[in-house]
């Protein structure tokens, strides 16, 4: 279609608009003897104008195609009908024409007072709609294609065509160099270009609108979670419209956020990349109307060796790769290998490992959506490539995978009708990913290419562990106790998106450490608020007694401490350490002790979470022992006998001298 161009400008006068065609639908598949229709638009047409309509030489080769795409012609083919007059349009202004096809060698079809279109051939018939005035001048052009196929009872192998809906574009970044997540203090969320995508892929699947195309479905985790967050009510209504829209599904598992794979495995984060396809695959779970797919992944930025092993510890059985990651220097020639093939793994001794299945994405096939000329006639003329293909060699079993560009897709109806005539093709069989895997069965080995960004600093995977276990400490204190829905889960689910959002693709090191930040900042002005004993001095009167703690917990929540106990002069019958469930306010701690021996002792407190990985405050008791031990009284004991001994001894010795010195007087 030519573009509109202004009549008239800047002057004051109105601008007026080149009459121009737009198509709106036609026959894709035609039939021996079937009708080809084609349906169209026409803008600020003149009175008197017609339609020419030309059909070139059929195309059995996709290179032949884009040859024709190149350099299409608007003159004489294998067949023009000239000067066709204009229907009238209907109550939606759009105008329709239909015309008789034959393939056979007589001059006219059968059918009386319809224009024919002479077929003799299989093949994809170039077709070119052309809107003159009343003086026969060229106003606008539709360049688009139709497909004469086989009979039915042909004994011809379909191409298997599996179509991948992706969405993976991350959100905008902001000022402060951070994704925009999590929610604004507003209740606000900017998704950027992404929302446009996510509102084609619930279009496209509205139950009312079409019956449920075959399509696999791959949707940035981290995209569901902002809708789910936010506050906006355009985001609640989406967020409704996919859950229907994706219900019964295939939907793809999927990492949190993108991840620059070679550089997590570089850095030893293969565990971390269990964690954030977990967290990815919770989110989808959780939010959208199906289960997800454990067992098949789109990979969006690469994949080492390394990486697949993991993802085969995942249960990831198969892998969809955009052929723009595959290394050129290995392309196979066979169609077969093009589509199906094995990548290797390594195992964490980095020896040989089972390869993974792969299918390559084939970004050419749906290129033709960004074709700024092209939007109305771009679902055809992607039909039209893949049976260029499928004319190639048909008796051949093939297959191929598609990703339609959501990005570049201003609304869903070229994607519906591309999927819809996917599904009622002759010579197009719409499969899921793993029934091409199952029909060509990979043999030979590819290789991905590195990644071309590796964001991480040397320091990022001991800062993200950090990260994760003062996150998992405060998590400690109220998981077990804290009910959903509350202010304390919701900070939980805070903590764990900032720690999530920190690995996403592409951004710089101050970037990720700002997310890093922010979580060991929360935690600690939270737990701030609780308070530990205060200095104080405690008198026992008995061996075994309890000493009273206060401890005051300013949070509006009930959490879980531990408290460890340490003394020279203390024992602590029930254990150096004590878990404690705080209210809000004042809480009053028996701690059960006996004293070693009399006098002073100093009692250390540590407040710390459950775990004891993250403390939170520290105090010391002076304990007075006043009562002796079971110890001393024992010695003090034995002492006092011994004395009593010592003196009745020394009091019979004394007596027995007084008694015998009058004897020794009187013999003297």
């Given at each position: 279609m030519i573009p509109a161009a202004t009549a008239q400008s800047g002057n004051g006068t109105s601008e007026m608009e080149t009459p121009s065609i737009e198509l709106v639908s036609q026959s894709m598949w035609i039939a021996e003897e079937d009708i080809f229709r084609v349906s169209f638009r026409l803008i600020d047409a003149p009175d008197g104008s017609t339609i020419d309509v030309n059909i070139g030489v059929p195309i059995r080769s996709r290179?032949?195609?884009?040859?024709?795409?190149?350099?299409?012609?608007?003159?004489?083919?294998?067949?023009?009908?000239?000067?066709?007059?204009?229907?009238?349009?209907?109550?939606?202004?759009?105008?329709?024409?239909?015309?008789?096809?034959?393939?056979?060698?007589?001059?006219?079809?059968?059918?009386?007072?319809?224009p024919w279109l002479k077929l003799s051939a299989e093949g994809v018939y170039p077709v070119s709609i052309v809107l003159r005035d009343s003086d026969n001048l060229r106003l606008d052009t539709i360049h688009?294609?139709?497909?004469?196929?086989?009979?039915?009872?042909?004994?011809?192998?379909?191409?298997?065509?599996?179509?991948?809906?992706?969405?993976?574009?991350?959100?905008?970044?902001?000022?402060?160099?951070?994704?925009?997540?999590?929610?604004?203090?507003?209740?606000?969320?900017?998704?950027?270009a992404s929302e446009s995508s996510l509102q084609v892929l619930a279009e496209v699947f509205d139950p009312r609108i079409r019956p449920q195309p075959l399509a696999t479905v791959s949707v940035n985790p981290l995209l569901v979670d902002a809708l789910a967050i936010s506050e906006q009510t355009e985001h609640t209504m989406l967020l409704a419209r996919l859950q229907q829209a994706t219900t019964n599904r295939q939907i793809t598992s999927n990492t949190y956020v993108p991840l620059d794979s070679d550089a997590w495995i570089d850095h030893d984060l293969s565990l971390q990349i269990g964690w954030q396809v977990e967290a990815g695959a919770a989110v989808l779970d959780e939010f959208l109307g199906s289960q997800s797919d454990h067992t098949i992944m789109v990979l969006t930025t690469s994949a080492s060796p390394r990486l697949l092993n993991r993802l085969q510890r995942?249960?990831?059985?198969?892998?969809?790769?955009?052929?723009?990651?595959?290394?050129?220097?290995?392309?196979?020639?066979?169609?077969?290998?093009?589509?199906?093939?094995?990548?290797?793994?390594?195992?964490?001794?980095?020896?040989?490992?089972?390869?993974?299945?792969?299918?390559?994405?084939?970004?050419?096939?749906?290129?033709?959506?960004?074709?700024?000329?092209?939007?109305?006639?771009?679902?055809?003329?992607?039909?039209?490539?893949?049976?260029?293909?499928?004319?190639e060699d048909p008796q051949q079993l093939r297959g191929i995978v598609i990703a339609p560009p959501l990005d570049s897709l201003s609304d869903s109806t070229g994607l519906g009708v591309l999927l819809d005539e996917i599904s009622v093709s002759p010579i197009l069989s719409s499969v899921?990913?793993?029934?091409?895997?199952?029909?060509?069965?990979?043999?030979?080995?590819?290789?991905?290419?590195?990644?071309?960004?590796?964001?991480?600093?040397?320091?990022?995977?001991?800062?993200?562990?950090?990260?994760?276990?003062?996150?998992?400490?405060?998590?400690?204190?109220?998981?077990?106790?804290?009910?959903?829905?509350?202010?304390?889960?919701?900070l939980i689910e805070t903590l764990d998106r900032a720690l999530l959002l920190s690995g996403t693709y592409g951004l710089t090191e101050t970037q990720?450490?700002?997310?890093?930040?922010?979580?060991?900042?929360?935690?600690?002005?939270?737990?701030?608020?609780?308070?530990?004993?205060?200095?104080?001095?405690?008198?026992?009167?008995?061996?075994?007694?309890?000493?009273?703690?206060?401890?005051?917990?300013?949070l509006d929540h009930d959490v879980i401490v531990r408290l460890d106990l340490n003394s020279d002069k203390l024992d602590f019958p029930e254990?150096?350490?004590?878990?404690?469930?705080?209210?809000?306010?004042?809480?009053?701690?028996?701690?059960?002790?006996?004293?070693?021996?009399?006098?002073?002792?100093?009692?250390?407190?540590?407040?710390?979470?459950?775990?004891?990985?993250?403390a939170l405050g520290e105090s010391q008791l002076t304990v007075r022992a006043t009562s002796l031990s079971g110890t001393g009284v024992g010695i003090a004991a034995a002492a006092l006998a011994i004395l009593l001994l010592w003196w009745a001894r020394h009091w019979w010795s004394r007596r027995r001298s007084k008694l015998e010195l009058p004897k020794s007087s009187v013999s003297a």
């Amino acid at each position: 279609m030519i573009p509109a161009a202004t009549a008239q400008s800047g002057n004051g006068t109105s601008e007026m608009e080149t009459p121009s065609i737009e198509l709106v639908s036609q026959s894709m598949w035609i039939a021996e003897e079937d009708i080809f229709r084609v349906s169209f638009r026409l803008i600020d047409a003149p009175d008197g104008s017609t339609i020419d309509v030309n059909i070139g030489v059929p195309i059995r080769s996709r290179s032949a195609l884009l040859d024709r795409l190149a350099g299409p012609s608007t003159g004489l083919g294998l067949q023009q009908i000239s000067r066709l007059p204009m229907p009238e349009p209907d109550a939606n202004g759009i105008t329709s024409l239909q015309f008789a096809t034959t393939s056979s060698q007589e001059l006219e079809p059968k059918t009386v007072g319809v224009p024919w279109l002479k077929l003799s051939a299989e093949g994809v018939y170039p077709v070119s709609i052309v809107l003159r005035d009343s003086d026969n001048l060229r106003l606008d052009t539709i360049h688009t294609f139709l497909v004469r196929t086989p009979p039915v009872d042909s004994d011809l192998s379909p191409l298997l065509v599996s179509t991948v809906l992706s969405v993976s574009g991350p959100l905008p970044v902001n000022s402060e160099g951070t994704v925009d997540m999590p929610v604004s203090p507003e209740g606000t969320v900017d998704m950027g270009a992404s929302e446009s995508s996510l509102q084609v892929l619930a279009e496209v699947f509205d139950p009312r609108i079409r019956p449920q195309p075959l399509a696999t479905v791959s949707v940035n985790p981290l995209l569901v979670d902002a809708l789910a967050i936010s506050e906006q009510t355009e985001h609640t209504m989406l967020l409704a419209r996919l859950q229907q829209a994706t219900t019964n599904r295939q939907i793809t598992s999927n990492t949190y956020v993108p991840l620059d794979s070679d550089a997590w495995i570089d850095h030893d984060l293969s565990l971390q990349i269990g964690w954030q396809v977990e967290a990815g695959a919770a989110v989808l779970d959780e939010f959208l109307g199906s289960q997800s797919d454990h067992t098949i992944m789109v990979l969006t930025t690469s994949a080492s060796p390394r990486l697949l092993n993991r993802l085969q510890r995942e249960r990831v059985e198969l892998v969809l790769v955009p052929d723009a990651l595959l290394d050129p220097a290995n392309e196979l020639v066979g169609t077969l290998a093009k589509t199906s093939f094995l990548l290797p793994t390594l195992d964490e001794l980095l020896t040989p490992g089972e390869p993974i299945k792969a299918l390559s994405i084939d970004s050419t096939a749906t290129a033709h959506f960004t074709r700024t000329d092209s939007a109305d006639t771009a679902p055809y003329l992607v039909l039209a490539d893949l049976a260029a293909r499928w004319f190639e060699d048909p008796q051949q079993l093939r297959g191929i995978v598609i990703a339609p560009p959501l990005d570049s897709l201003s609304d869903s109806t070229g994607l519906g009708v591309l999927l819809d005539e996917i599904s009622v093709s002759p010579i197009l069989s719409s499969v899921d990913p793993s029934a091409i895997v199952e029909n060509l069965e990979p043999e030979a080995l590819r290789q991905v290419r590195p990644a071309e960004v590796n964001g991480f600093g040397e320091d990022y995977k001991a800062a993200l562990s950090d990260g994760q276990r003062i996150a998992r400490s405060y998590q400690n204190m109220v998981d077990p106790i804290a009910s959903v829905d509350t202010p304390e889960r919701e900070l939980i689910e805070t903590l764990d998106r900032a720690l999530l959002l920190s690995g996403t693709y592409g951004l710089t090191e101050t970037q990720r450490d700002a997310y890093l930040a922010v979580v060991a900042q929360t935690v600690r002005d939270t737990v701030a608020a609780i308070q530990p004993p205060s200095r104080q001095r405690i008198t026992l009167t008995s061996r075994s007694e309890s000493i009273p703690m206060l401890i005051r917990n300013n949070l509006d929540h009930d959490v879980i401490v531990r408290l460890d106990l340490n003394s020279d002069k203390l024992d602590f019958p029930e254990g150096n350490f004590l878990l404690q469930r705080l209210s809000p306010g004042v809480n009053q701690i028996q701690v059960p002790v006996q004293a070693k021996t009399s006098g002073d002792a100093v009692l250390e407190i540590s407040v710390n979470s459950p775990t004891g990985l993250l403390a939170l405050g520290e105090s010391q008791l002076t304990v007075r022992a006043t009562s002796l031990s079971g110890t001393g009284v024992g010695i003090a004991a034995a002492a006092l006998a011994i004395l009593l001994l010592w003196w009745a001894r020394h009091w019979w010795s004394r007596r027995r001298s007084k008694l015998e010195l009058p004897k020794s007087s009187v013999s003297a």
